[in-house]
């Protein structure tokens, strides 16, 4: 027999009262049990024994090369190295979000021709593989030894030897930074395009200026959408300059250990110390990038309910969401 809906006597229905909260004829409430799922701690052992095995069969085998790993892991030109990375992964991001707001702002012109040309950009830069652009950057010194301006078939007026794709430092940061600025213009594109236009038209009524508008209102509610990718592109760029071998460019992170490698015969020793190296500055770079979103995501998330349960009889109150939570974590 199925239990009566109807409130027992002595005990009226509460109005306002919460549904969700079962109970007995006694008007006390129902403990509920949590399901059990005994597949998910079977999964979970299962893994972990996994892993347990991995690590020590690893941390047995002479292959590894555990000794050399732990002899140069603070070498000095390792450490060199690394500076090198962390210099051309900063150069190559900051150059590359110049660029794509600029990209950005193309794109979101009323002109044809401007919307055009940064769309041409695009479809290149985000259409070839980036190891077949740093190959082309690294032969331009080949294909134009000197920069001439004039007009075609006259006399140059201006002839400047090819000094900047000479340097392959240079070179490197040139060829990253213009491919991920086409991946930029569309993060920053996107994070305009997410603001209200009546945040714009709002402004104006307040007799804002376009700058003070962009700058006050537009900005900081894109920025909840732009940091987050432009993070996780920053995470990408470092390991990409592992790819500056095909300028050829030699003295990043993975080519000075390449090179140690390849005089020693230790190639897998020398690989675990760039992996550490490289984890070392990706974890750092995740740490900064969770207490950006944090501090640009303030006041767009769910409020946590900390008084506890609602009483019976009481309404239970909820917030709704103030804004989109975008990766954030406050």
């Known amino acids: 027999m199925s239990p009566d809906p109807r409130p027992a006597a002595g005990h009226p229905a509460t109005p306002g009262a919460s549904s969700a909260t079962p109970a007995t004829s006694e008007g006390e409430p129902i403990r509920a049990i949590p399901l059990r799922h005994p597949w998910r701690m079977l999964v979970a052992v299962v893994l972990i024994l996994a892993l347990a095995v991995f690590v020590i069969d690893a941390a047995q085998r002479e292959d590894y ?101 000479t340097n392959l430092f240079i070179t490197a940061i040139i060829g990253l930074a213009l491919n991920e600025a086409a991946y930029m213009s569309e993060i920053v594109r996107a994070g305009l395009l997410s603001v209200d236009e009546g945040q714009e038209e709002a402004s104006k009524a307040l007799a804002m200026s376009w700058g003070q508008t962009m700058r006050h209102i537009v900005v900081p509610q894109a920025m909840k959408i732009i940091i987050p990718p432009t993070g996780n592109e920053v995470i990408s760029m470092l390991k990409t300059t592992s790819l500056v071998a095909a300028i050829p460019l030699s003295i990043d992170l993975y080519g000075v250990s390449r090179g140690i490698s390849a005089v020693t015969f230790t190639p897998v020793p020398l690989l675990i110390v760039a992996s ?45 969401p103030t804004g989109n939570d975008i990766g954030g974590k406050g």
Do not use: C
């Open 65 to 165: 090369g555990w000794a050399d790993a732990g002899k140069y892991i603070f070498d000095r030109r390792i450490s060199a190295a690394a500076l090198v990375t962390l210099q051309l992964t900063v150069y190559s991001m900051a150059i590359a979000i110049a660029l794509g707001l600029l990209l950005a702002i193309m794109r979101l012109s009323p002109n044809p021709v401007v919307k055009s040309v940064a769309w041409l950009y695009l479809w290149i830069f985000r259409g070839t593989p980036v190891y077949v652009q740093l190959v082309f950057w690294g032969i331009v010194a080949l294909i134009y030894p000197v920069f001439t301006f004039d007009i075609p078939f006259m006399d140059p007026w201006l002839t400047v030897p090819n000094d900047i794709f």
């Open 276 to 320: 550490i190296w490289y984890l070392l500055f990706t974890s750092l770079l995740m740490i900064g990038q969770h207490f950006i979103e944090r501090r640009y995501s303030r006041g767009s998330g769910r409020r946590k309910d900390t008084a506890g349960p609602v009483p019976p009889g009481t309404a239970a109150a909820t917030t709704a």
